[in-house]
Every structure is written in C-alpha cells, then in structure tokens.
C-alpha cells in the first residue's frame, strides 16, 4: 500500500518509516512544520519541529530511498493547539497539547490530506499497539503514548499504522543504530514542542499579560494571598503557592475561579477527587455498553485506577475506586480495559468537566 | 524521469565534462611563478577571454566566484560599500522585489547591519520594470549608492530592457547591478552593449558546473572586496582560482551563448506546446508572467524555457508530490532552509494574491528537453491537478 510517514526528526518515527519501508510499502515520508519560528535549534532533549529536525528527517528519508517533503501546518497547528492551549488556560482549565494535535493536526489534518493525496495509511512512531482496529498500551510501559492517542476515533485508526507499539525504546534505538541512523542517540523529546524552553509558566504569562487575584483558602473563605495569573496553577498544585495558611498542614489548590481570577487552596482532604463528570465522549471502537467497570488515566504518564462509568446528561459520571488527586476540568480521562496479555485496550476519553 | 527543472540547475554538457576531467589531473596554482603555475594561468586566462568574448565583456572585466549568490553579494554589498565611503549620502538601494533572494537578503543584510536604506521598485503584473519606474525612483540619484535589476526572472521569466534601465541610471549618475544568471544563453546577453555596471552569472544553469561563477564588473566600478587574501581577481575576489571549474564555466558559456539562437527556438517551441496542452487539460490553467509571446526591444520578452503556471483551487507542494511520485520533476516558488513551500514572493510582488502563489508550478525546459517530456506532463496533469484540489492543505 501507499503509506505516508509522518517524520519528526526522532528516532521513533524514522524507525517507524523504515520499518514500513522493510515491510514492502511504497514510502512517502513527511516532516510537518508546526512552529511559526523554525530557527531555533534545539538544545538538550527539548522542542522540536526546528530547521535541525527537518534536516535530521531528510537525512533518514534519503539514507532510506524515499521521496521526502515539508508540510507546512504551522497556521493551523497555532490555531488549534497553540491558542487552543492558552484560551484553555485562560478558562481554567488544564488542558493536554499533544492530544489535540493527535486529534486535530496528525489524524485529522495531515491524514484527510494524505488520503486525498492517494496514500492508503499514515505510519508513525507512537509507542502505542493497534491491531484489529484496536488501539492498545505499548509492551514498554514506560514509553506508552496510548493516552494522547485515546482521542482517535475507528475511521481515524484505520488509516493508521503504528508499527513501535510491539517493542521498547531500547530495542528501537538498536534498530536505529544498526542502520546507521545518526538520530539513534538523539535525545527524546518531551515537554512541550513549542514552549522549547520548559517554562509553561512564563509562556502563559507572555501570552496572557499579568492577570493578579486572589488566593483563597477553602475552609476559612478568608484571602491568603495575591497571584498574578491564574495560568500560573494547576488544580492538586502543592509547591509555590506563595502563601501559608494557619496550621502547617499542606495545602493544594482545588479549584481556579477564571472571572473573579481566584485560586481556591485546601487541604488533602478536601483535594481528593472520588467522581469526575465530563463532557462528550469518543470512542476508538463501538461504543460501550454503560454503565461499565473500566480503568481510567487522568493524565498522562498517570496511573490507571479502577473506576465505573456511567452515562449523565451526554457526558459521563466516572466513579473512582480509590480518590485521587490533581484531576483537573479539561485534562482528558482515558477509559482502559485490562489486558494483561495483549496490553490494555482503550476504549475512549472524555474530558473531564467537574472533579470532585 | 523527466526532468523539467532547468532553472534550478541543468545537466553539464559533454565538452565541458571532457575540458574539465583534462585539468582536474593538472598540478598548479595559478599565481605560482614556476612552469606548473604559467601553464595553470595560461589555461585560467585564456578561459576568462573566452568568457569574455561571448558576453561581450573585456577580459579584465571578469572575475570569477563561487557562483550566483557569491556575485549577488559582492556586487550588492561591495559597491555599496565603495560608494557610500566616497560620499557619506549614498545610502539607498533601488531595488525589484521581484530579485532573487541573493539580492533581496543582501539588500537587506545592509539595512539591517549597515544604515543603508532601500526604495522597492513598483512591479508590473508581467514582472518587469519600467525605465520611467525606475527614473522616479532614482530621484536626481545623489542618495543613491546602488540599483539592482535582474536581467531574467528565475520564477517566472519575465525578461527586463536592461539597456533602458542602465540608461536610466546613468543619466543621474547610479551604478546598475543586474542579475542574470537566468538570461545567458537562453537570450542575448552583451555586457558592454548594455551599459550596466555589474554583472552576475553562474556556470551550472547553462550547462557547466556548480560552483563556478562570475562577476563582470566594469573597470571604473568601484566594489569592497566580501573576501580578503591573496589579492587575486582585481583585488575584489581573493582566492586561488579554481582552474577546471573556470575552464568549465567558460566552456558552457561559450558553447550555451553560441548555440543560444537555434536552441531557444526549439525549447521555446516545447514550452509553448506544453502550456497549449497543459491548457487543453486543465482548461483555467492561469500563466503567470509575460505573455508566452511577448517581444521586448526586438527579443524575447520571456525566457524561453521556462513556463510558470497556477492551477486555482490546488496547492503547489501536493502538485510537485503528485507529479515527482509519476517521475516528473518540477519546482514550485522557493523553499525555505527548512524545506517549507513558501508562497512565491516574486507572485506576490507582481500583485498575484496568496491563493494564486500557494497553486503555482514551474515547468523550465533546458537544452535535454524533448517532446516525450512535453506528453509526459501532459498525460498526467489533468487527474494530478483534480486529485491536489482534492487534497487543500490544512485550510478551511
């Protein structure tokens, strides 16, 4: 088949290319150009997309024979990640970008056109299972990217192929090194690709101005402090609160009031989270039968907890097993189906609305 | 493969491969004094006659660079240098918008890093300058360190009446630059004839080698050397002269500017049947540039190769990616270091709107070109067009 390699640059997707090349498919590979400011180059293992990715794609996309083109998403990659990201923070809300770009950019945008293009299916190098139209945890836990892929929808995972969910980074940059492939040790990247410098806070802040309110202790109601923007928290935040309540009990923030700009802090207990309501679900298959006995991930790289989810008002009412905190409205609440055998399957997410 | 990309390099002729292979073998540095550097200076000085010769230049007007970009940047910067430090008010560069980047990133290098200040030359819809243009915005020329106009568009080959300019620019006293890199060989080029003051060209459009280049620059043209050292080439250009490139670089010059008449009549004989065909297929295929039969002081007024056109409703990278995958090489505007389609700025400085540029191809036809290539686009344009406008890029 046709197939379009989305290449970033790393070593997960130019093994995933390769593979697809070995496989018998006719290759095409693809490096999306998201940043508006392309000069920067990277240093250590954060950001991508800079002029130096391009190149380190080409250079895999040469050594491997395939033809090899830029596409230029920058603008739309702004629109709905980028403000999407701040509108969201703006809101109060905490919101994932890489699963919007999955969702917006990656499987919707460069995959409407690659198949209009011609091409069969789009390879990458997620670390994430899918067989069967089923989109399952990658065998190397520590690398599994199901979570920002749980927003994919059945016509949008058969057109996809991810061929690394099967193997661990290890054995891919073994892969990697035996070809040849000068991304073999290029660091991973993480954080966020557009703020390449790792300091959200202060993008937040550049973006949004200075925004100050109040901080407000939830049990007295009385004002404990001033913040100067309520982008600057997180609901579970524990660290940097810059205030200090009666007792010398920790306090978290449990709640980020957007119009009246307050930042409500509390106690652990009262920052425990047993029930999460959210809004309209998708689901990477047919949808389940509710109510159902699931495992749900709040975050990424967060641990999965037994849960059961029922259908509210469109949305859906996840009851938590064991209360958990740090549940934020607009992170997305991945539903799982154990499987320990065949790695576990994602049945869908929401996102989450109410958390209490 | 058919390969209709010409304008971005051609295939190096046969006598310049063979001239070439003879030198590489040959020890000697042209400024040695024993019998190894006489005869390597022998051979550099009889290629910079012959290079001369056909472009109607003296020999000790020729200086050769690594090329293109190299003569843009000495040219622009050096003589704006020279005559900025004789008269402290020649700050201004008059300059086409339409140049290629070595100029306008030159231009604007300078005014970024060294106070100059420039005015952007009003651009007809067909690409070129007019003279009256360029006299209004010359002024009585006293601010004026530099004009630059190329002689040849490389994007959409609208070919400029560089004599009339010159003209224009001398009767208040400003030097004239033009870059014509594109314009040897496919039309006639005569140095002296036209008046202007520097030149550039390169060796790899016309069949020689990459790398190669030159810089005509008159006599009494004052220019600040970009590059310092042995002294060679006039004291503009240092460096030990690269002996086979210069060899090559003269060889297809001389051979592109002595089969120039008989070749431009059949490539532009392909052209106009690829766009008639093209047009046959794909019938509100737009052509950009001047009209494919336009005459411009008794010679062509487009560059007989090259065949720019926009296929509204289809982007230009998913038509490069349609046909590149069906064996057929084309170009769209300029990429950026990072690879990325840009929408052409020479379609934007002749008015086009964004739309226009982001759908645009160029076709450019080179002394290989055949009519198999023609019917191989032709063949394939129609379902490859259909299928890009099905596929618009991320827009809404």
Known sequence: MRVLAAMSGGVDSAVAAALAVDAGHDVTGVHLALSQNRQTLRSGSRGCCSVEDSHDARRVADELGIPFYVWDLAERFTEDVVDDFVAEYAAGRTPNPCLRCNEKIKFSAVLDRALSLGFDAVVTGHHARLSDGELRRSVDAAKDQSYVLGVLTPGQLAAAWFPLGGMTKERVREIAAERGFAVATKPDSHDICFIPDGDTRGFLARRLGSRPGPVVDAATGETVGEHDGTYGFTIGQRRGLGVSAGDSAPRYVLGIEPVSRTVTIGTAEQAAVDEVLTGVPTWTGAAPVLPARFEVQLRAHGRPVPCEVLVVDGGLRIELADSQRGVAPGQSAVLYEPDAARGDRVVGQAAVAVAR | ?396
């Open chain 2, 1 to 396: 493969m058919t390969y209709l990309d010409h304008a971005a390099t051609t295939p190096m002729l046969p006598e310049v491969l063979a001239a070439m292979t003879e030198q590489l073998g040959r020890v000697g540095n042209a400024s040695s004094l024993h019998a190894s550097g006489r005869a390597a200076r022998r051979v550099a000085e009889q290629s910079r006659e012959r290079l001369a010769e056909a472009l109607g230049a003296r020999p000790s007007e020729v200086l050769f660079t690594g090329g293109g970009t190299e003569s843009d940047n000495l040219a622009v910067k050096g003589i704006f240098w020279a005559r900025r430090e004789a008269d402290a008010q020649r700050r201004r560069l008059v300059v086409s918008p339409a140049e290629h980047h070595a100029v306008l990133d030159s231009v604007e290098w300078l005014v970024k890093h060294d106070d100059a200040e420039v005015t952007w030359l009003p651009v007809e819809p067909s690409g070129r300058i007019r003279p009256e243009v360029l006299a209004e915005a010359l002024g009585d020329g006293r601010d004026v360190a530099l004009t630059s106009v190329m002689w040849a568009n490389n994007e959409i080959g609208t070919v400029n009446d560089i004599a009339a300019l010159a003209a224009v620019a001398h009767a208040v006293g400003v030097p004239m630059h033009t870059d014509a890199v594109q314009a040897v060989g496919q039309v006639l080029v005569d140095f002296g004839a036209s008046g202007v003051d520097a030149l550039t060209m390169t060796g790899h459009k016309l069949g020689g080698p990459m790398g190669a280049g030159a810089l005509l620059l008159r006599r009494d043209a004052e220019c600040t050397p970009l590059l310092h050292g042995g002294g060679q080439e006039r004291d503009v250009r240092s460096g030990t002269l690269d002996v086979a490139a210069i060899v090559g670089l003269a060889v297809a010059t001389a051979t592109a500017v002595g089969r120039r008449e008989q070749r431009a009549a059949e490539v532009g004989e392909l052209r106009d049947r690829l766009v008639r065909e093209v047009r046959a297929q794909v019938p509100d295929t737009q052509l950009n540039g001047a009209p494919l039969d336009d005459v411009l002081a008794g010679g062509p007024g487009r560059l007989p190769g090259n065949a720019h056109l926009s296929f509204p409703g289809a982007e230009g990278d998913a038509l490069l990616m349609l046909l590149d995958a069906r064996g057929i090489e084309c170009s769209t505007g300029s990429a950026c270091s990072a690879g990325v389609a840009r929408p052409s700025h020479v379609l934007l400085a002749v008015g086009a709107d964004g739309e226009r540029a982001r759908s645009s191809l160029r076709f450019s036809l080179g002394h290989t070109s055949t009519e198999a290539d023609v019917d191989a686009v032709v063949e394939v344009i129609g379902p490859v067009v259909e299928r890009a406008r099905r596929a618009g890029l991320g827009r809404r």
